[in-house]
């Protein structure tokens, strides 16, 4: 079932990011939640406080120096393991402490690797700074909320190379996303659930191993069996046309 309230959804969250970074040492893992007009920060410093009682230790990240002045002040106790994506580049790359960015000096008790990095909001804008952070990293990585593929980018050459590489490394530990009349929901290490919305509520509809796309989502919403012979029939419509190119 889907959780009620945003409270149920995070410790949910939690606990499958949990589970998901004690299964891979070197895991890429990403966290979603695409509520409207939610307040990211307070649910982002909650996870990283909650990581922190953990045996490996955290740095938590952020696109630009106003978004992490803004997590040091409303998390002080964290203040030493937040950074902005460039400042941690840059720290890693050079292995000397810097003094501007904040927090750059905390102590890194097993090495670069032991950290468990949390980059929060990354944009398209931000690809190849988080590409050089995660690749600078030999230890596991949290994307929260990331927007790393654009739709502009995503239809030519550019797209297809990103996600056959880098963004084909990434598997979602948690996963609730609100659709036009439907949900998606994934806890690790359990499947990819779509809800449909129906007058009473959000109601089962299927289950898949992968993160369906937006036809196959459909096929599923159908609950008639009508979808999923749409589905082959544009499938088998898509085979004939690149045979004729």
Request: charge should be negative; proline fraction near 6%; glycine fraction near 12%.
């Amino acid at each position: 079932m889907l959780p009620p309230d945003l409270r149920t959804a995070e410790a949910e969250a939690f606990a499958s990011l949990r589970s998901a970074l004690a299964g891979n040492p070197r895991g890429r893992w990403t966290m979603e939640l695409r509520f409207e007009g939610l307040r990211l920060l307070p649910v982002v410093l909650r996870l990283a406080e909650e990581l922190a009682t953990g045996a490996a230790p955290i740095r938590l990240l952020f696109p630009d120096a106003g978004a992490a002045a803004l997590a040091r002040r409303d998390g002080p106790e964290l203040a030493e393991r937040i950074a902005t994506f460039s400042d941690h580049l840059r720290r890693s790359s050079s292995a000397l402490p810097i003094e501007a960015g904040g927090g750059l000096n905390a102590p890194d008790p097993g090495g670069s690797g032991a950290e468990v990095l949390i980059l929060v909001g990354a944009s398209q804008a931000d690809y190849g700074t988080v590409e050089s952070v995660c690749q600078a990293h030999v230890g596991r990585v949290v994307l929260v909320n990331p927007g790393l593929e654009d739709g502009a980018v995503g239809i030519g050459s550019v797209g297809r190379e990103r996600r056959r590489g880098f963004l084909a490394q990434w598997e979602a530990a948690y996963a609730l996303i609100p659709l036009s009349g439907s949900a998606l929901r994934r806890a690790h290490p359990h499947d990819w659930e779509l809800y449909r919305l129906d007058p009473d509520g959000y109601r089962f509809a299927a289950s898949f191993d992968h993160r369906p796309d937006g036809e196959e989502r459909d096929g599923a919403l159908q609950g008639d069996g009508s979808g999923g012979i749409a589905m082959t029939l544009r499938s088998v419509d898509r085979l004939l046309d690149g045979l004729q190119r």
